[in-house]
């Protein structure tokens, strides 16, 4: 249930949050513009709604906006074709992101900021460019889930937001949500019944996903954690329908295959078949028997060291390169060389991509003459990508290259990995599965690292309060929701990895990516310049 916030308190909280995102009263920000597919199921409810209170507003300066849960514009209704082109030219249009950060001070963004009904005046807006129109704005709280679903502002022009529009907004506020609620109900009943038929076989665990609904046979209830729903419902928004195979929390791997449902746009049925032996399909040489030389590229953070020390015997020479020229002195790769070889031990170079030319070519022409029955050359770097020259050949000359994926392009793992950085806290912790969907939406730049910061700080909140569940709100605040909300959210994540994933194995071609996702390459190109995907 909405509550109403005393209104002086609201306004200027909402304008200390502004000013901390650095946007200027007088600014008049470009429109950030995303995918409003996903918002399908509010607006089908919203649609019969709008179109009956158009009808009512007919021949009024008074315009409804409408949002949904992550503050994008998804309908604009208004008779007077003024007003509508002064929304347009502030940027109320479809899919720009009207959050606080992006839009400042509004009925839209504040009133999802406060979960509360909200009302802006005209001087109150934050930005200049709205302060010729007031507004009302009241959250639609979905009945079943008891998530925001969107919001919904009456506009007018004038000094102060006529009282008829708070009756008005309220009783749409209910019509909508009645209708969400309906549509849930059915939407539900579909699920169980997909589930109930794929669960006639007891062979494979089957377990099912949708909104605030989740569903396992026996065999799937042993298999599953909590954090691994976090796994399936980002998997529910890809665009692909290809098996995959996903590491459990428990580490368990499984073979996963998706079985959508029509009509149903955020469930699906997925059929689990564990494998009884995990096969390392990366070309890496046996710690017993290893090769000359072995390149391992990723970004920092993402367990290059670890995966260097598992190549090279306990006797070898570590050459740290950023350590050292953090200590002002010059990395000696000809002397990590030299003593490598008198020692008869293994050579880790970490941090080659932060070398000179003259240094990297020494270790290249060392990596080019090296004896493969000596213990190897480990050389640790940043992606082939975009590497200067010397770096690329020195690259190339490895025998054997590893190439350790960023924590963003791993989601079908990020849940284990996170539960097994809890256990390594406090085997009695578990990663609980709303924890895990926040996770799963962050960029993590950080990789592996940031992650197990994050973790050390929630569970040190989650036993502090006496518990053994790390739940979203034992998450450092900055990562209890999306870190891409306004940009990159739901369908627009999944799709942008499958998208990149699908060029990666296609070696760049356009082409041959828009066969694999079985789309045209002119959707391809459009969606690449959406989602911002470089090359």
């Known amino acids: 249930m909405t509550t109403q916030l005393p209104h002086r308190d609201v306004i200027a909280a909402s304008w200390r949050r502004v000013r901390s995102t ?26 019969p709604v709008l179109a009956r209170a158009a009808e009512v507003l007919g021949g009024t300066k008074t315009a409804l906006l409408l949002v949904d849960d992550q503050s994008r514009m998804v309908a604009r ?131 099912a996903v949708g909104d605030d609904l989740q569903l396992t046979n026996a065999l799937a209830a042993g298999l599953l954690g909590p954090g691994d729903f976090g796994t399936l419902r980002m998997m529910v928004h890809a665009p692909s329908n290809h098996d995959r ?51 391992i590229c990723g970004e920092h953070g993402t367990g290059r060291t670890t995966r260097a020390a598992s190549l090279v015997p306990e006797k070898h020479l570590r050459l740290d390169v950023a350590a050292t020229l953090l200590d002002g002195c010059a990395p000696d790769v000809a002397g990590a060389i030299a003593q490598s070889r008198a020692d008869g031990s293994g050579l880790v170079v970490d941090g080659a991509d932060l070398l000179d030319d003259r240094s990297l070519r020494l270790l290249q022409a060392a990596v080019s003459a090296h004896d493969p029955a000596r213990p190897p050359i480990v050389v640790i770097s940043e992606p082939a990508t975009g590497a200067s020259s010397s770096l690329a050949a020195l690259l190339a000359c490895c025998r054997h290259r590893v190439t350790l994926p960023p924590l963003r392009q791993r989601t079908g793992e990020l849940a284990a990995l996170g539960q097994q950085i809890v256990e390594r806290i406090d085997p009695q912790l578990e990663l609980g599965s709303a924890a895990a969907d926040a996770l799963v939406c962050q960029e993590w730049p950080g990789n ?45 994540q999944a799709e942008r990895q499958a998208i990149i994933d699908a060029l990666d194995a296609a070696a760049g071609n356009k082409s041959s990516a828009a066969k694999a996702l079985g789309v045209s390459r002119t959707t391809l190109y459009a969606r690449i310049r959406a989602l911002g995907i470089g090359g």
């Open 77 to 207: 209704v208004s008779a007077d074709a003024t007003l509508e082109r002064r929304l347009a030219d502030a940027g109320a249009v479809d899919g720009a992101a009207f959050d606080e950060e992006a839009m400042g001070t509004t009925a839209l963004g504040t009133t999802a900021e406060v979960r509360g009904d909200v009302t802006i005046n005209s001087e109150e807006h934050y930005l200049e460019q709205f302060r010729s129109l007031s507004c009302f704005g009241r959250p639609i709280v979905h009945p079943a889930t008891r998530r925001v679903a969107g919001v919904i502002c009456m506009t007018e022009v004038a000094p102060r937001i006529n009282p008829l529009s708070v009756p008005l907004i309220r009783g749409l506020v209910d019509d909508i949500a009645e209708r969400l609620l309906n549509r849930s109900h059915a939407d539900h009943r579909a699920v169980i019944a997909a589930f109930e038929r794929a669960a006639r076989r007891r062979d494979i665990g089957v377990a």
């Open 22 to 47: 650095g946007l200027a009263p007088d600014a008049r920000p470009t429109p950030i513009l995303t995918d409003v597919a996903a918002a399908d199921p509010l607006l089908d409810a919203a649609r």
């Open 448 to 492: 592996l690292t940031e992650l197990s910061i994050v973790l050390e700080e929630a569970a040190a909140t989650t036993l502090a309060r006496g518990s053994r569940q790390i739940t979203a709100a034992d998450l450092p605040a900055e990562y209890r929701g999306s870190s891409r909300a306004a940009r990159l959210m739901g369908m627009e």
């Open 245 to 295: 195979v996903i590491t459990l929390v428990s580490g368990i791997s499984a073979d996963v295959a998706i079985d959508r449902i029509p009509g149903v746009r955020s469930a699906a049925v997925f059929r689990l078949r564990p494998r009884i032996e995990d096969d390392d399909t990366t070309p890496l040489p046996a710690p017993t028997a290893p090769a000359a030389s072995i390149a």
